[in-house]
């Protein structure tokens, strides 16, 4: 086994270095939701799944999915991660998880399982493209909303046409619903993003929750004016108004223990060197483990925006409130995967996750585990992304010795309850 997963580790760091090259900007890696390079990442996926024994689909929500079948199971396992990148991304944040999945599946051939594993490399969990995350799993989980196929992307094309270039159909997303009766659970690995398990120098962790999280889409709106000939008393300036928000999001996360709070993107409206800015939207990310202590400091926010713009003569509206409550690990399969790594790797580390994942959608209406790889210098969402492949040794060999004692423990609980 170890030879095999050895070449396996080897097999994944190249995919990614393959897929790194399916892109929509020259020298860096971006691949938005629906997006022409997703097409060279599905054909390429696709085949690395049949020779792993998959049987390979796309469904509608452009999510891509392959079956290791068992003849004589009723419910799914399911596993896997995103293949969608943050602009100007790195490698592995993502697709390290699908392809793990995919190289422990090959691990896996020849032996029968109690239920169908299915591999999925969901199409959209950053929120680059449509200013909604978690799209892919949303459509798998039956939380996707039929309103969203009005959004529009900075191209003004909405996302039902979007769904329609791609050569699949809108009309057919409830499709992609799994049904909660017929899945198993879900099971995540992914870089960490994070330095935890590199300081304590372990390969692996066991996530056992993650943040909830609040994104906000705010507008402050003022009045336009000639930047040379507009007294500065008197000025209803936008931008000083947002401006004035941003740093107080930035006090609140430090002055509370674990709030995390960042404005990501500011447009500034109408944007013109010499004209006072009328318009000024901007985003709004808050998280915390404690939905109560992110809730609170939401309000406190939305409540120093309000004044902030009354100071500078201006209007506060929020445009949009996205709230994904934190959720934990279902105790079943996290216990399981923390035995398998005590058994096969090293003593479990067991973690919370700051950063959303799939599984934040997945774990709200299916069982839910996470398996953290170590990211050697924690810094994700960029180019410096780096992985060990000795750690994707560890990884594939975790994944596939838990899909073992997940198919023992389901059929003892079967036997049991027959």
Known sequence: MPV????????VMSRCDELAGCSSESGRITRLYLSEPMHAVHTRVTEWMRLAGLSPRIDHAGNCIGRLTSPTAEKALLIGSHLDTVPGAGRYDGVLGVLMSVAACHLLSGTSLPFHLDVVGFSEEE???????????????????????????????????????????PDAIADCKYAADEVIGFVEPHLEQGPVLE???????????????????????????????????GRRDALVASA??????????????????????????????????????????????????????????????????????????????????????????????????????????????????????????????????????GVSHHPDERVNVEDVVVGIEVLAEYLKKLSGHYQQVSLNTS
């Not at 798998?140 to 094309?157: H, K, M, Q, Y």
Request: proline share 5%.
């Open 127 to 169: 929120g680059v493209r449509f200013k909604m995350p978690y799209l892919g799993s949303s459509a798998v989980s039956g939380a996707f909303d039929p309103t969203w196929l009005d959004r529009t992307d900075a191209n003004c094309i909405c996302m039902r046409d979007a769904i329609k270039a791609f050569g699949l159909s």
């Open 244 to 377: 004035k928000l941003v740093r107080i999001v930035r006090d609140e996360a430090i002055r509370s223990s674990g709030l995390k709070a960042t404005v990501g993107s500011l447009q500034v409206a109408p944007g013109t060197p010499n004209v006072i800015p009328g318009c000024v939207e901007l985003t709004l990310d808050v998280r915390h483990l404690d939905d109560p202590t992110r809730e609170t400091a939401v309000e406190r926010l939305i409540a120093a925006g309000h004044r902030a713009a009354d100071a500078e003569g201006c209007r506060m509206e929020v445009l949009e409130h996205n709230v994904h409550h934190s959720i934990q690990a279902d105790d079943r399969l996290a216990s399981l995967l923390s035995e398998t790594v005590s058994e096969h790797a090293t003593e479990p580390v067991l973690m919370e996750s700051g950063a959303g994942h799939d599984a934040v959608v997945m774990g709200e209406r299916f069982p839910m585990a996470m398996l953290f790889l170590r990211h050697p210098g």
């Open 199 to 233: 300081r304590l120098d372990s390969p692996v962790g066991v996530v056992t929750g993650i943040a909830g999280q609040s994104r906000l889409r705010i507008v402050f709106r003022g009045e336009a004016g000639h930047a040379g000939t507009s007294p500065m008393e």
């Open 4 to 11: 095999d997963t050895q070449r396996l580790a080897q097999q």
